[in-house]
């Protein structure tokens, strides 16, 4: 089993003018720390999930219960037209707003602001389709595919 790396970005929400710039800074704050380790490539695969879910992340690869057979997750990619990195992160961050149309993704007490985005090697993945419904290779798991899982973890000013 491949050891998965676990980065942590902290931020100050309130040295930000709207969450436009807030994700703009996180985005480039992750995609430098890719590049620092050498991990970057663009094709990965990025999927925001509840800080919650962290510990399942780490050992399954994957935030969500899906039968096995079907072998799929939803995962943008940084130059798709219907879900790119920007949009993984408006789902992650900014979706604590709106939690009836999608899953809440903040946890509550010292989860609370928190959220968390899992990095994937494409080339474990069968199928991507264009809206990046991911199907992982046969014999292959969504652990092995896990590169990274980035933490952002808001600071108090």
């Not at 985005?27 to 800080?51: A, C, H, I, N």
């Not at 879900?83 to 900014?94: D, E, G, K, M, S």
Request: charged fraction near 25%; hydrophobic fraction near 40%.
């Amino acid at each position: 089993m491949n050891k998965v790396e676990l980065i942590e970005i902290n931020f100050d929400s309130n040295q930000f003018d709207g969450d436009s710039n807030l994700l703009s800074f996180l985005e480039s704050q992750m995609m430098s720390t890719v590049k620092k380790k050498r991990w970057y490539r663009p094709d990965l695969l990025y999927r925001g999930f509840l800080f919650s879910k962290l510990s399942k992340v780490m050992k399954t690869g994957k935030d969500v219960d899906t039968p096995s057979e079907e072998n799929i997750i939803w995962a943008g990619e940084e130059n798709n037209d219907w879900y790119t990195i920007r949009a993984v992160f408006n789902y992650a961050h900014v979706k604590r707003y709106n939690p009836g149309f999608f899953a809440r993704l903040f946890g509550r007490g010292k989860e609370e602001g928190r959220f968390a985005i899992a990095i994937y090697d494409r080339s474990y993945f069968i199928n991507i389709t264009a809206k990046c419904a991911c199907t992982i290779a046969p014999g292959k798991s969504f652990r092995e595919a896990l590169i990274a899982v980035v933490m952002f973890i808001p600071q108090s000013s």
